[in-house]
């Protein structure tokens, strides 16, 4: 189990520091409330907003968004980031190389020109590094 640091913010006119803080606990306990947003820090001081309305979550961070796709035979057989927190639920691997697949194999991908072109195409579910992924960016930079 992890631990992270998880923030919420309002803007609040109030009288005193104090004041502000108690109208931020009744706002936040009330079953009203629209506190649903908050900024989620993990112990790499990775950050993310999570808006539990709308089920999306957006990176909130300095940090660049490093991504490695390991290929071993021609195929990928992983996509790994640096930032554990901000991997998508899914990528879509589109292979052009469709020597060896069977018909049934092998999906019609519109290009940007409207054309139509055959390809493998199989998802993957992202994963956190297995690899020293930043010792390997570091020979890089």
């Given at each position: 189990m992890s631990e992270y640091k998880v923030t919420w913010a309002?803007?609040?006119e109030a009288?005193?520091?104090?004041?502000a803080v108690n109208q931020a606990c009744d706002y936040?306990?009330?079953?009203?409330?629209q506190a649903h947003v908050f900024e989620v820090e993990d112990h790499q001081g990775n950050k993310v907003l999570i808006d539990l309305d709308d089920d999306t979550t957006n990176?909130?961070?300095?940090?660049?968004?490093?991504?490695?796709v390991v290929i071993e035979g021609g195929l990928v057989q992983s996509i790994i980031s640096n930032l554990?927190?901000?991997?998508?639920?899914?990528?879509?691997?589109?292979?052009?190389?469709?020597?060896?697949?069977?018909?049934?194999d092998i999906s019609p991908v519109i290009q940007s020109d409207g054309s139509?072109?055959?390809a493998h195409v199989y998802s993957l579910n992202p994963e956190?590094?297995?690899?020293?992924?930043?010792?390997?960016i570091?020979?890089?930079?």
């Open positions: 309002i803007d609040i009288n005193s520091a104090e004041d936040i306990k009330d079953g009203s409330s990176l909130v961070t300095s940090k660049p968004i490093q991504v490695a554990s927190n901000v991997l998508p639920d899914q990528v879509f691997v589109i292979d052009y190389d469709d020597d060896g697949w069977e018909p049934d139509m072109s055959g956190c590094p297995s690899i020293d992924l930043a010792a390997l570091e020979q890089f930079d």
